[in-house]
């Protein structure tokens, strides 16, 4: 047995056995995420803050995220400037990917990154006594890497080939260190490095990186739901268990059922939720859910209805058609967090998009006026006391208040009707609207590649922007540099080009209104 299906096999056990540990977060807390470029404004810690949003709608928990690219655990003096931006009652630390230089081992280096870590450690007992989870770092994947085996890497670059076992040396002096602290250790070095090997026997061209070292989307996701895992997080949305036959409710959990009727072929009720699913960004790729099998596993709605009629039924929640399901896949059970077209998942995604406004004023705030011209973590120059940053304090407030009423769950309308000829046409498999959809924004870039010194088709967009054509939602949440594949573009009529062989060349981009800045280079002859 590989080792991925090993390690998910355990998962998967210790999902279905009784939860014996409390999840780490508490009512009230406040979570800080301390880290480098991987945590920057990154994409892990809005996993954690939108599961906790949707599944514990009364708590009132404050997330503060202050990674920067670039940091290392031998900078821990930033920590005693931006910690005065939050007074955590728990804490994640993930440092180590820049700590040994991207060179062959160095005991120095090491050495430095130990003392660090105890430092930082030593800031955080002083200041507010939080509750710390250590982060061992994301591997550095040497398969996107093709450069070193071509040849085409700069001479200073190739000590990098050497870099992924030092990264597995830093992972157990973390663990040692969290031994030594009795605090909590996620190893996810090592799930995460089980992960890319056994990547190549599923998709050999799948990756989880596009340079090495800053996970893409489907990364961050796993990141997300790993370190969720290790806080104890319950997978489980709401269960309704119904008795057709008998006309009865046999259980329930997350919610209560009211009005049930079933009779003539109808069964209808009222769901009263306590919760709601967790949203999750809608580009991650299908091969990642299947290998960490997140449907069966993670944010389990499930409605199960036994003793129908044998034949097809119409599933409706508040009169829009999610599925037509035979009654033995009643009689299992099905989990409504598939859908992305319930009105479950829609309130979600607005969660979500709540969170994307509130961390993006945050973000704002502490990086472009409080330490606007400071540009490395190891800059140690203080906050900005004459800052005007009273508008963003006023939207990430306004962001965080959206979140909680957005948040609140809502009764829903049931009914599943028979139906004598099961019409899928009519299904609604894709939100209509959505929180990204009503938040998008089409850009059409032309290039006349008359205009470029020894053109050699085809012409491709590379740079920091967001997109991903291929994706049901056309829409990649990511910043820049987790981008995967340059855009290339179409002189043949399609793609936007509205005349075919003219040397005229086009691309649509479909971005979030609230991406950032659009910066790309045109690169042309090598794809």
């Not at 250590?134 to 890497?145: F, G, H, K």
């Not at 009629?309 to 989990?335: A, I």
């Not at 399609?494 to 479909?510: E, F, N, P, Q, S």
Request: net charge negative.
């Amino acid at each position: 047995m590989k080792k991925w299906t090993a390690l998910f096999l355990l998962l998967c056990l210790a999902a279905q056995a009784p939860a014996s540990q409390p999840f780490w977060i508490e009512d009230k807390d406040e979570l800080l995420f301390w880290g480098d470029s991987i945590t920057d404004d990154g994409i892990y810690p809005r996993i954690v803050e939108n599961y906790v949003l949707t599944y514990f709608p009364d708590w009132r928990v404050t997330f503060v995220n202050l990674g920067w690219g670039g940091d290392r655990a031998s900078y821990f003096p930033r920590l005693e400037r931006d910690i005065s931006l939050a007074r955590p009652t728990k804490a994640t630390v993930m440092l180590g990917m820049n700590d040994g230089r991207y060179q062959a081992f160095q005991p120095a280096f090491l050495d430095a990154y130990v003392d660090g870590m105890h430092r930082l450690l030593g800031i955080l007992e002083e200041r507010t006594k939080p509750r710390v989870m250590l982060i061992s770092a994301t591997p550095y994947d040497l398969r996107p890497r093709t450069d070193f085996v071509q040849g085409l890497a700069a001479p200073d670059q190739l000590t990098r080939a050497f870099y992924p076992p030092v990264l597995g040396r830093y992972a157990l002096a973390l663990q040692r260190i969290a031994e030594e602290k009795s605090t909590a250790f996620y190893d996810l070095h090592r799930d995460m490095t089980a992960l890319i090997e056994d990547m190549a026997g599923v998709d050999g061209n799948y990756q989880i990186t596009s340079e090495g070292i800053h996970p893409n989307i489907d990364g961050e996701v796993f990141m997300g739901l790993g370190l969720l895992d290790r806080m104890a997080a319950s997978k489980e949305v709401m269960r309704i268990e119904i008795d057709a036959g008998r006309c009865v409710v046999d259980s329930v959990a997350g919610c209560t059922v009211s009005k049930l009727f079933i009779g003539n072929g109808l069964l209808r009720f009222t769901r009263n939720d306590e919760r709601l699913p967790m949203p999750l960004y809608p580009s991650v790729r299908e091969i990642l859910l299947r290998l960490v099998r997140y449907e069966p596993s993670w944010n389990r709605d499930v409605l199960q209805v036994a003793e129908l009629d044998s034949g097809w039924y119409d599933l409706r929640v508040d009169g829009v058609l999610l599925d037509v399901l035979p009654s033995d896949e009643l009689k299992t059970g099905v989990n409504l967090s598939r859908y992305a077209a319930s009105p479950m998942m829609l309130q979600a995604y607005r969660v979500f998009e709540a969170t994307e406004k509130r961390q993006d004023a945050f973000y704002a705030k502490w990086r472009h006026e409080l330490l606007d011209g400071v540009r490395s973590p190891g800059d140690y120059t203080p906050l900005k006391t004459d800052a005007d940053v009273s508008s963003l304090d006023r939207a990430e407030a306004a962001a965080y208040a959206e979140q909680h009423r957005l948040n609140r769950p809502q009764p829903h309308a049931f009914s599943l009707a028979k139906t004598s000829v099961p019409d899928f046409s009519r299904v609604v498999r894709d939100a209509p609207c959505s929180a990204f959809l009503d938040n998008r924004v089409k850009i059409r870039i032309e290039i006349d590649s008359g205009t470029l010194r020894g053109f050699e088709p085809p012409l491709c967009l590379h740079g920091n922007f967001s997109y991903a054509p291929q994706y049901r939602w056309a829409i990649l949440e990511t910043k820049g540099y987790y981008t995967d594949v340059p855009v290339k573009m179409s002189d043949d009529g399609t793609l936007g080009d509205k005349k075919a062989g003219d040397g005229v060349y086009t691309a649509d981009l479909i971005l979030r209104k609230n991406c950032g800045t659009l910066e790309f280079e045109v690169q042309d002859g090598r794809y």
